[in-house]
């Protein structure tokens, strides 16, 4: 957490694994923001497609090692459109109604791992949002 940018420690990898991370707890801290200022009609998830071919792995894989990866990795994706199923699943479907603070993928609801978080991680990652975002609101 001293280091939320990577500014030290970048790797396309350890990025994009935090930045899902940070997703969440972002997520959950306002569900509850939400709830404290009496919001209560309006559901919050998370929701991922999976891995989908889009222009991120296209665009985000300009070194070897990354192209290698993403050649390897291709065949086992799938289309934007299938992984955008899901999302359009938790935006519409009527067995989501009420259910919020979540995290959804292809199969349904999942589990983030807990072994990073804690409230006070969430609440620097919930600050350093608001800060980054100050002057856009």
């Known amino acids: 957490m001293d280091d939320i940018e990577l ?10 694994g935090l930045l899902k991370l940070y997703v969440i707890w972002v997520m959950k801290h306002f569900t509850s923001e939400m709830k404290k200022a009496g919001i209560r009609n ?5 929701v991922h497609p999976g891995s989908a071919v889009t222009s991120l792995g ?5 070194s070897l090692p990354g192209k290698i990866i ?3 990795w291709r065949p086992l994706m799938t289309s934007a459109a299938v992984g955008a199923i899901s999302i359009i699943n938790a935006a519409t479907s009527d ?4 259910i919020t603070g ?3 993928g292809k199969k ?3 589990k983030p791992n807990e072994k990073f978080y804690s409230a006070e991680n969430e609440q620097m990652v919930w ?6 975002t100050e002057e856009y609101l």
């Open 7 to 16: 500014k030290h420690h970048y790797s396309m990898a350890k990025a994009y």
């Open 42 to 46: 309006i559901a919050f998830n998370t």
């Open 58 to 62: 296209r665009k985000s894989t300009k």
């Open 70 to 72: 993403y050649f390897l």
């Open 95 to 98: 067995e989501m109604e009420g």
């Open 102 to 104: 979540k995290y959804f």
């Open 108 to 110: 349904g609801e999942e």
């Open 127 to 132: 600050d350093y949002c608001k800060k980054v």
